[in-house]
T-cell receptor, first 114, second 116 residues
Framework: GEDVEQSLFLSVREGDSSVINCTYTDSSSTYLYWYKQEPGAGLQLLTYIFSNMDMKQDQRLTVLLNKKDKHLSLRIADTQTGDSAIYFCAETDLNTGTASKLTFGTGTRLQVTL | DTGVSQNPRHKITKRGQNVTFRCDPISEHNRLYWYRQTLGQGPEFLTYFQNEAQLEKSRLLSDRFSAERPKGSFSTLEIQRTEQGDSAMYLC??????????????FGPGTRLTVL
């Protein structure tokens, strides 16, 4: 079955880079997503990457994928206090046919300090 | 773009009562999903609809849970005979599936259920 794991907590200083890591167990054909959840708010889709890509960059966000190790990371450059939130990685598995459900990790709480 | 909306935002009920939640997806989206999130965990998939058809249900969805999307627009999730273990945040998401393998799901703010 699918399993997605993340470290629980990360603390960084404002202006530094944050790197949030995720490992997944499922197969070769999959999309991987990063979501952000702020207190009292729903999940906000940040970015996604297909498993045949190594890297994707979108403004301050860089996603790196090591397909061999099934390791995904999200780098946030110049981290700001507004980036404080819980970050979830999630995957869909094309081998299930319809790429319907998302399987989420437990989330990483990012704390940005001054 | 009004986004995905959910009502109510909070629901407190006594054990054994029935509750119903509503989700209004983004208007042109053909897929609608329900997830459940407990404290300190990521969301867990419950069920999803493509238009009005319910295509998949998780084993988490016991027979006390029922979901409908009668006209392919809004959806309701009903929990009968609530139990304390049903206390959670219930999240709704929607997506527009044009290519089968890309599935950008947009989430609503959730309904927080507390069963006393």
């Amino acid at each position: 079955g699918e399993d997605v794991e993340q470290s629980l907590f990360l603390s960084v200083r404002e202006g530094d880079s944050s790197v949030i890591n995720c490992t997944y167990t499922d197969s070769s054909s999959t999309y991987l997503y990063w979501y952000k959840q702020e207190p009292g708010a729903g999940l906000q889709l940040l970015t996604y990457i297909f498993s045949n890509m190594d890297m994707k960059q979108d403004q301050r966000l860089t996603v790196l994928l090591n397909k061999k190790d099934k390791h995904l990371s999200l780098r946030i450059a110049d981290t700001q206090t507004g980036d404080s939130a819980i970050y979830f990685c999630a995957e869909t598995d094309l081998n299930t046919g319809t790429a319907s459900k998302l399987t989420f990790g437990t989330g990483t709480r990012l704390q940005v300090t001054l | 773009d009004t986004g995905v909306s959910q009502n109510p935002r909070h629901k407190i009920t006594k054990r054994g009562q029935n509750v119903t939640f509503r989700c209004d997806p983004i208007s042109e989206h053909n897929r609608l999903y329900w997830y459940r999130q407990t404290l300190g965990q990521g969301p867990e998939f419950l069920t999803y609809f493509q238009n009005e058809a319910q295509l998949e249900k998780s084993r988490l969805l016991s027979d006390r849970f029922s979901a409908e999307r009668p006209k392919g627009s809004f959806s309701t999730l009903e929990i009968q005979r609530t139990e304390q273990g049903d206390s959670a945040m219930y999240l709704c998401a929607s997506s527009l599936i044009q290519r089968e393998w890309v599935n950008e799901q947009f989430f609503g703010p959730g309904t927080r259920l507390t069963v006393l």
